[in-house]
């Protein structure tokens, strides 16, 4: 628990897998809180796609 991943910018359609529970706030790049997640409310091997109408995607990670 806890760690921070660095502000970086999504250029690229991606997958996000979910490996184990966790929670995080997404910052964005004045580093206000975008949104939280709930890593733990997805099971493990969940993907979710992050398509181009959500590109370019600037933030960082704050994990609880």
């Known amino acids: 628990m806890g760690g921070r991943i660095p502000l970086h910018t999504h ?3 991606f ?3 979910a ?3 966790d ?3 997404v910052l964005n790049a004045d580093g206000n809180v975008r ?3 709930d890593y733990g409310a997805l099971s ?3 993907m979710g796609y992050m398509g181009p109408e959500a590109l370019p ?3 960082a990670e ?3």
Request: no cysteine.
């Open 11 to 13: 250029t690229a359609p």
């Open 15 to 17: 997958v996000l897998v």
């Open 19 to 21: 490996l184990s529970g």
């Open 23 to 25: 929670r995080a706030e």
């Open 35 to 37: 949104y939280d997640v």
């Open 44 to 46: 493990p091997g969940f």
């Open 57 to 59: 995607d600037s933030h």
């Open 62 to 64: 704050h994990r609880k």
